[in-house]
């Protein structure tokens, strides 16, 4: 059943830019009440200043410091009272070589990308439990699906979002709550400059997938509509969503595709 989302209380991670800072753009014009996380406070205010409504709570911190997650809830529902939806986002990307890259690398990728974004949906489930409401909106992405090569990592952490969230959804149907997986493809952001290398300091540097990819306040009206739809899963981006269809259906001719494609 299609629900609005206006004058919702959403919470974002990694609103600080790229696609949580559109979605905050986005929500701010549905007349959301919204909660902006992330860790970089200066970015964050520049995003609350550039929303349409008022009603906008800044929360920084760390998706990495687990420890918080309970103490990170409390303010947040402290806000406006409530939370009504919170939406899953931050994270970081990767670009290196299994042979090449530091387990380091692969720790803290687990750490952000799979488990900060567990312990917050942990600490919150009490709250969206007591109020029989709530809907968890996880953004993982297509590497979620399928795999490739230079993100390993990546793809492991967020296959591992896949499992959690849709045992979340069938532990949790009767307490009324809803889970949506969202799985971008290419989007216009900053993320590939941000992937980790195999030393794990920064990519610093775009690539053409990226760059050609969706403008990201596109993909921030498909969020909202598939949230709005109460969508279980969700694929967003160009042509490389028929991965998913080729990995169901054809994995060897996927797995010889992307060795043939440029996905550096």
């Known amino acids: 059943m299609k629900e609005s989302i206006k004058g919702k209380v959403v919470w974002i991670t990694g609103a600080s830019s790229g696609i949580g800072e559109a979605l905050a753009y986005e929500l701010s014009q549905k007349k959301c009440k919204l909660i902006l996380s992330a860790r970089n406070v200066q970015a964050l205010e520049l995003v609350k200043s550039k929303c349409a409504t008022v009603e906008v709570v800044i929360l920084p911190f760390d998706l990495a410091d687990f420890g918080k997650a309970k103490d990170n809830v409390e303010k947040a529902v402290a806000a406006f009272g409530k939370i009504d939806i919170l939406v899953n986002n931050g994270g970081v990307s990767q670009r290196s070589l299994i042979v090449e890259t530091d387990f380091g690398v692969d720790k803290k990728l687990i750490e952000v990308d799979y488990l ?46 896949h499992g959690f969230f849709d045992v979340l959804r069938m532990e949790h149907y009767k307490d009324s709550l809803n889970v949506t997986l969202i799985c971008p493809g290419f989007v216009q952001t900053n993320v590939a400059k941000n992937a980790l290398i195999g030393n794990g300091s920064s990519q610093n540097q775009e690539d053409e997938a990226t760059k050609n990819g969706m403008p990201v306040a596109v993909f921030a009206k498909k969020f909202v509509k598939a949230v709005e739809s109460n969508k279980f899963e969700v694929y967003i981006g160009g042509k490389e969503v028929l991965g998913i269809y080729l990995k169901r259906f054809f994995p060897k001719f996927l797995h010889y595709f992307v060795l043939n494609s440029k996905v550096r």
Not at 132 to 153: A, C, D, E, Q, W
């Open 116 to 161: 900060g974004t567990v312990a917050l949906t942990k600490a919150l489930l009490p709250h969206f439990i007591k109020n029989k409401n709530g809907h968890f909106v996880t953004i993982t992405s297509l590497m979620g699906k399928f795999g490739s090569p230079y993100r390993s990592g990546y793809c492991g952490a967020k296959h591992a979002l």
